[in-house]
């Protein structure tokens, strides 16, 4: 009785395990093919130059392709449904960004839930939002900006990169602080803004640095000051808007995700090596020449950041009455 008993635990105990090891032979192989890595924006943009850095440090080292796959709209949401309804198997990506817990507080009807449906894998980069003007518009500080608001009322706009967006909530929190009246013009994207900016179609942007800080060192674009906590090291002589409207503070951030239930072993690969690309020297140079800080961290450091996130702008979203377009 006792040798049965023995060789049946013993059975059990090895069906128990046939799960285990498939799990991790599943991720020592991954990935055996081609991964999509979903942006939500249109290329050009900020998010799609670093999504193209971390989809090629992936492809080296993982020997697989990780090919970019642009579905702008609505402010990611198209990108991120896309994602949501894809299989959990890791072969498709969401370069995630600030936008995701934006949206969650913005529309309440969409189809899926960004906290719910979305796995974190991995923080990438913070980047600091340019307070920017054409040149032609007389100011050349934040209090200028301010005076130069009132004085005009409802006559000044600023351009983002649409409603919603991280520009967007972070302007409309600007707002509320300094209290100006400025209308503001989404477009699609960074890049249409840029151009009307440049050409004197609109007078203010709040833009991701990354995507901003060319026109700025070439003089067709002056910056008033960045919106992070501190200073950005690729502008160091800029101010930040926090030195004028003590307590504000909005960054640019990026990171991976990928759908509800995709294997552990997998996320945390794909977390592992992100994390290497971000400690690669010069992949380190080629995101500081964007104004890009790396974010270093585990699965479970980007969910706790961005639960604080969403909890952050659900708050300005409510206040300020910004809705979706």
């Known amino acids: 009785m006792n040798l049965l008993r023995r060789r049946f635990l013993g059975l059990a105990a090895g069906a128990a395990a046939v799960p285990f090891i498939s799990r991790i032979a599943r991720a020592q192989t991954y990935p055996t093919r081609l991964v999509r890595i979903i942006v939500g924006f249109p290329a050009g943009g900020p998010t799609d130059i670093i999504a193209r850095l971390i989809g090629q440090w992936l492809s080296e080292r993982l020997g697989q392709q990780f090919v970019i796959e642009n579905r702008p709209g609505a402010s990611s949401n198209i990108g991120t449904e896309v994602v949501v309804n894809a299989p959990p198997d890791g072969y498709v990506l969401l370069f995630t960004t600030s936008a995701g817990p934006?949206?969650?507080a913005i529309y309440d009807k969409l189809n899926f839930n960004f906290v719910r449906d979305i796995a974190p894998v991995a923080s990438v980069s913070s980047t600091p939002l340019v307070v920017e003007v054409n040149p032609s518009v007389p100011v050349r500080t934040i209090p200028e900006l301010i005076s130069y608001a009132k004085s005009n009322p409802g006559k000044v706009n600023y351009a983002t990169a649409g409603s919603g967006t991280s520009p967007h909530v972070a302007a409309e929190l600007f707002k509320l602080m300094s209290g100006v009246d400025m209308l503001h013009v989404p477009y699609r994207?960074?890049?249409?803004?840029?151009?009307?900016?440049?050409?004197g179609q609109v007078q203010v942007m709040f833009d991701p640095a990354t995507s901003?800080?060319?026109?700025?060192?070439?003089?067709?674009?002056?910056?008033?000051?960045?919106?992070?906590?501190?200073?950005?090291?690729?502008?160091?002589?800029?101010?930040?808007?926090?030195?004028?409207?003590?307590?504000?503070?909005?960054?640019?951030?990026?990171?991976?995700?990928?759908?509800?239930?995709t294997p552990v072993e997998i996320?945390?690969?794909?977390?592992?090596?992100?994390?290497?690309?971000?400690?690669?020297?010069?992949?380190?140079?080629?995101?500081?020449d964007l104004a890009a800080t790396m974010l270093v961290g585990s699965r479970f450091?980007?969910?706790?950041?961005?639960?604080?996130?969403?909890?952050k702008w659900s708050k300005v979203v409510k206040v300020a009455g910004i809705k979706g377009d």
Do not use: M, Q
């Open 102 to 104: 934006i949206n969650a």
């Open 189 to 199: 994207g960074s890049a249409p803004a840029l151009t009307d900016l440049i050409s």
């Open 212 to 261: 901003s800080i060319e026109h700025i060192r070439t003089g067709k674009l002056r910056a008033l000051a960045v919106t992070s906590a501190i200073r950005s090291e690729a502008l160091p002589d800029t101010p930040t808007v926090g030195d004028f409207l003590p307590g504000y503070s909005a960054i640019y951030w990026c990171g991976v995700g990928a759908p509800k239930g």
């Open 267 to 288: 996320v945390e690969k794909l977390n592992i090596e992100i994390n290497a690309g971000l400690a690669d020297a010069k992949l380190r140079r080629r995101f500081a």
């Open 301 to 311: 450091d980007f969910a706790k950041f961005i639960a604080e996130e969403t909890e």
